[in-house]
């Protein structure tokens, strides 16, 4: 009988036992079920935070080329600058001897050496790529200007025999700097503020090109700037001097920008100034740009406030390489409070640019089916080791909708610049023709940066939706040239149009 007793005893408990087992693992599941449905509505509101359906994309083209009307009709007529460059002569070809450049503006700096022959033919360029020391980027004008001017005596040296007279000969310079500057001439301008991270205070309000021919003269290098454009310009530049139906430039790098041909009667703002009466090429800043059209989340404006320039640049932010990146941590970083699916401690994640946008890239285009590329740059980068399958892929996706928002909406600027110059086969926002009336010319767009030239996805992004917003037929007279290190060649071959020695110039349009 106490035997039976304590059999069935241990019965209940094992059942007892086995029941709450099973309870806490059916618990579990249930916690862990309802932490992966939070964590995927994150995913999911960020995603339609970030649609930019068809529909939204054409009122961005609007918005764009409303914006560049009003700001070449008045200074701060919109938050697109707008600014004329003096550029109204483009290399024809013939140009002829050695001319060097500058290019700074990104994450490098590059000094070229360009050999030009004539006839359209440009010997292969010596080009040196460096990069700019972090300090340089907040310290004093003096010092980053010395810097440029030391790395480009060293090549200059290389060049010659480094004899005294091989250095006094004055040699011409093309000079690409890629920030926005209130031209004076083709060749003078003053630096209005500096973006992407760069913040050298006493430089704002200066004569850039001054700021460099005083360094370069501080070195001993007998060199005048005979151009001084931005990275667009040279871009654009180099895009004509190669297929001379090329009529804008954009760069989506670490910054993002564009410029274009326009005819000088539409520029209002400086009317009575403008001594040519063809065109002019103007850069437009359109990091700037701004539109309610825009589709904006709480991301896109807590990396704003985080940022070292608030209120500034927001297309720019959506865009460009310096950023994306980093809107894509904010978004793990969310997820990872919402439900700890990275695990605990992770003190890198809220770090903030730790995760560059090449890496980024990386993790987006990883095609192993495990994906491990994401499991690497989780570990490595952001700490986070061991992250499931099924967690990366969620990454994957992250990196997808950020990414795919901005190719989109770079593609809505380069059709709001269309549209401005009646280029988009709507007849233009002033145009009044029918669409039947209308014959596109054929139109090419030279575009340069890592996000486009080297990130695949995003390009393939850009195109589809370019023939989204344009439609098939008129989407094929519009052609994207890439214009590999088009931004320094392109300097250099202004620098030669604009050499003091140089008559034979074609005027634009
Ligand atoms: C930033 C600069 C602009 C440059 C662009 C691309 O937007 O302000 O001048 O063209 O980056 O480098």
Same mark, same amino acid.
């Not at 060049?159 to 480094?162: F, H, R, T």
């Given at each position: 009988m106490g035997r039976g007793f304590v059999v069935v005893g241990v019965a209940v408990t094992v059942a007892v036992t086995a029941c709450a087992v099973a309870a806490v693992v059916v618990g579990k599941r249930v916690k862990s079920r309802r932490k992966w449905r939070r964590v995927v509505g994150v995913l999911a509101e960020f995603e339609q935070g970030c649609e930019t359906t068809v529909g939204r994309l054409k009122q961005v083209v609007d918005a764009m080329a409303v914006e560049m009307h009003a700001g070449l009709a008045s200074e701060g007529g919109s938050k697109l600058k707008m600014l004329l460059t003096f550029v109204d002569t483009l290399p024809n070809g013939s140009e002829k001897g050695i001319y060097y450049a500058l290019d700074l503006g990104g994450t490098n700096f590059r000094v070229l050496r360009v050999q030009l022959g004539g006839q359209r033919s440009i010997l292969e360029p010596d080009v040196e790529r460096q990069p700019i020391p972090q300090h340089l980027m907040t310290s004093t004008s003096e010092d980053l200007f010395d810097f440029i001017a030391s790395s480009l005596k060293e090549f200059v040296e290389k060049?010659? #025999?480094?004899s005294d007279t091989s250095l006094m000969r004055r040699r011409e310079l093309g000079f690409t700097f890629s920030f926005p500057v209130k031209q004076t001439s083709v060749s003078t301008g003053i630096l209005i503020k500096w973006t992407k991270g760069f913040g050298i205070e006493d430089t704002v309000g200066r004569e850039v090109s001054e700021c460099l021919e005083q360094a370069m003269a501080r070195k001993g290098l007998n060199m005048r700037v005979a151009a001084l454009v931005n990275d667009t310009v040279g871009t654009l530049a180099l895009g004509h001097y190669h297929d001379p139906d090329t009529i804008a430039a954009v760069i989506i790098g670490t910054g993002t920008n564009a410029c274009y041909l326009e005819r000088t009667d539409a520029i209002i703002k400086c009317q009575g100034l403008l001594t040519t009466s063809g065109g002019m090429v103007v850069n437009m800043e359109w990091g700037n740009f701004w539109s309610s059209h825009l589709p904006r989340t709480s991301y896109d404006i807590e990396l704003d406030a985080d940022s070292p320039n608030p209120n500034d640049q927001g297309f720019e932010k959506m865009i460009s390489g310096m950023y994306l990146g980093d809107i894509v941590r904010r978004v793990i970083l969310r997820m990872s409070h919402e439900a700890d699916i990275f695990g605990?401690? !992770? $003190?890198? !994640?809220?770090? $903030?640019?730790? !995760?560059?946008t090449p890496l980024m890239a990386e993790m987006h285009e990883d095609d192993s089916p495990e994906l491990t590329e994401v499991a690497r740059i989780l570990k490595d980068t952001l700490e986070i080791p061991d992250v499931p399958l099924k967690v990366r892929k969620l990454v994957v996706k992250v990196c997808d909708v950020v990414t795919r928002r901005a190719a989109r909406l770079a593609a809505a600027g380069i059709v709001g610049i269309l549209k401005k110059i009646g280029r988009d086969g709507s007849g233009g926002i002033t145009g009044g023709r029918s669409r039947s009336d209308i014959k596109m010319k054929r139109t090419v767009v030279a575009i340069e940066g890592g996000l486009y030239t080297s990130y695949t996805m995003f390009r393939e992004y850009l195109h589809e939706a370019m023939i989204e917003i344009l439609g098939e037929e008129a989407a094929q007279h519009v052609i994207l040239m890439d214009t590999e290190d088009g931004s320094g060649v392109g300097a250099a071959l202004l620098g030669a149009t604009h050499?003091?020695?140089?008559? #034979?110039n074609v005027q634009l349009l």
């Open positions: 060049e010659g #025999d480094g605990d401690a !992770l $003190p890198k !994640l809220s770090m $903030p640019f730790i !995760l560059r050499s003091s020695n140089r008559v #034979d």
